[in-house]
């Protein structure tokens, strides 16, 4: 025991206590009583008035200090972190504090923008929704601010920066002169034109006559006016979208990854990978292509593609099939084989009509050394080790007390719904979401029991998850599989049915603190532990 708090556990690393979370922030929340109403649009049918507002991506940028959230209405919002100008204005001082001081995070809205607007596909009858599929921060250069963004068929480049509004504090003559000026020069022009008609002379002849004996008098034409001086009042950020990538996907995008080198990033649909160079637009490489010769004969898709945190020339993608597969650029051009596949063994007499469909991964995170990955299906989170292809390190039981519902999540479609996962800065912990507004934390060491289930709302901190039991050998021929945070089969962890229109499917974690970002509808909720 160290002083109480940390147990070592037998890999060498300490076991910390649970965190507990406390609510930050939220931005958009809906009133009370306030519901999501529907009215007949003209053009597009029936729609939600709301549902433009619902947010669709969440992304901190490297260092932390700021967010992004897309919606369904394809705006882009920004925010800033603001607590940190409050010790000296530097990361560095920040990390001189104690950490043992719980700080409150804050942030403010810095600015939003329109990223995509519905499009029509006239070639293919097909309308493309404007919704945010993807955010991606990209590196930051004169203090201007960069990131990709896309829907289902086209990426954005962005570039946000303040702007200095220079206004003009004085000019070189008084206006009131200025005035008078132009009016006496203006009354001489027309008697000397009139003049000139009055004597048979044309239109033409009559101005080329006043250039010719026109001159200027002594000291110049004061009624000229000219700014003497430019002053800055304010500053406005302007988001400028520095590059399109179109027309390389005919599937819908699920995935964009930057790459480390700050020059490449991915885009992924459902059967292909392509490879782009930021500053080119209209060519990508293709790299990975699952699609066979006949589409009948298509047994998966893609489902997430990210690139590895430090090296250049990996990346790993899932499929529907549960597999998790990591490639090397370096092998050839076209990546048809894979360096590893990492997938769980079937469990003999376990196969039933949803075990494909539970099965498919919804998204893929590599931990910030780039050793782990993350994965989440519908019902578990598992991590892998990349050096280590046999199994997962680690199982997650999400919500397992819907196994038994899955009949009826099938006929509503929730069981399609696509889950996203994050993992801490330090790697001790992941994280998830649910239904009924709730996401759940895990701690990922080697021993750790920490499950915790947390609401999206200004309460998060639900009722305590009883620490289950370790599962017998005989369940798995993988011993070393940790299985935790399974509930009973009725209800969720804190006795409560389950509302499965109200999910969280879209969370963050900041790369360097114990502060989650999450949406739940059209609400950006913030916890700090």
């Known amino acids: 025991m160290n002083g109480g708090d940390e147990v070592v556990a037998a890999s060498g690393r300490s076991l910390r206590p649970p965190l507990e979370w406390k609510f930050s922030q939220v931005f958009g929340e809906r009133a009370a009583g306030e519901e999501i109403q529907e009215v007949c649009d003209d053009h597009h049918g029936l729609r939600n008035v709301f549902a433009v507002d619902i947010i669709s991506a969440i992304e901190f940028d490297k260092t932390g200090d700021h967010l992004a959230t897309g919606d369904r209405g394809g705006r882009v919002v920004l925010f800033e972190r603001t607590d940190t100008k409050d010790v000296g204005g530097s990361r560095r001082d920040l990390e001189r504090i104690d950490h043992t001081v719980s700080r409150h995070p804050e942030f403010r809205y810095k600015t ?43 990426i954005k480049f962005w570039k946000v920066q303040e702007k200095k509004i220079k206004k003009i504090s004085e000019m070189n003559v008084d206006p009131s002169k200025a005035v008078s000026n132009g009016t006496v020069a203006s009354s001489s022009s027309s008697n000397s034109h009139r003049t000139c008609l009055a004597n048979g002379g044309s239109p033409e002849r ?90 009948e004969d298509l047994t998966e898709v893609i489902t997430s593609a990210e690139f590895h945190p430090t090296h250049c020339n990996l990346l790993a993608y899932s499929s529907s099939k549960g597999c998790i597969r990591l490639i090397d650029l370096r092998q050839s051009a076209l990546l048809d084989s894979h360096a590893k596949i990492f997938e769980e063994p079937e469990q003999p007499g376990s196969k039933s009509f ?153 969370l963050a974690w900041h790369p360097s603190e114990n502060s989650i970002a999450c949406a739940a509808a059209n609400s950006l909720y913030m916890y700090y532990a």
């Open 112 to 154: 939003e923008f329109q990223s995509h607007e519905p499009e029509f596909d006239y070639l293919k009858s097909l309308e493309i929704e404007e919704k945010i599929n993807k955010i991606r921060w990209c590196q930051t250069a004169n203090s201007a601010l960069f990131l990709l963004s896309t829907n289902d068929k086209t």
């Open 206 to 295: 009559s101005y080329d006559s006043l250039s010719n004996d026109f001159s200027f008098p002594p000291g110049g034409i004061p009624s000229l006016r000219l700014p003497v001086v430019v002053t800055s009042h304010e500053t406005s950020l302007v988001a400028r979208c520095r590059r399109v990538y179109a027309h390389a996907h005919d599937y819908h995008i699920n995935s964009i990854s930057n790459n480390s080198d700050g020059e490449t990033f991915i885009s992924a649909d459902d059967l292909r990978i392509n490879l782009w160079n930021l500053e080119i637009s209209n060519q990508s490489f293709n790299i990975v292509d699952v699609k066979p010769a006949n589409m």
């Open 354 to 506: 949803f075990t494909e469909i539970i099965a498919s991964i919804s998204d893929i995170k590599f931990g910030r050394d780039g050793r782990y990955i993350l994965s989440r299906d519908y019902m578990t989170l598992k991590l892998w080790d990349i050096n280590m292809d046999s199994g997962p390190v680690a199982t997650f039981q999400v919500h397992e007390y819907l196994r038994p519902k899955l009949c009826d999540l099938y006929e509503n479609d929730s069981i399609f719904d696509k889950f996203e996962c994050c993992l801490s800065g330090d790697g001790l912990r992941v994280a998830t979401g649910s239904y009924s507004n709730l996401f759940r934390v895990f701690g990922c060491v080697p021993g750790s029991t920490e499950a915790t289930t947390l609401e999206a709302s200004k309460n998060p901190m639900r009722k305590p998850v009883p620490t289950p039991s370790r599962p017998s050998r005989s369940l798995s021929s993988i011993t070393r599989v940790v299985r935790r945070g399974a509930e009973s089969p009725s209800v969720d962890a804190n006795g409560n049915s389950i509302d499965s229109t109200t999910k969280l499917l879209h």
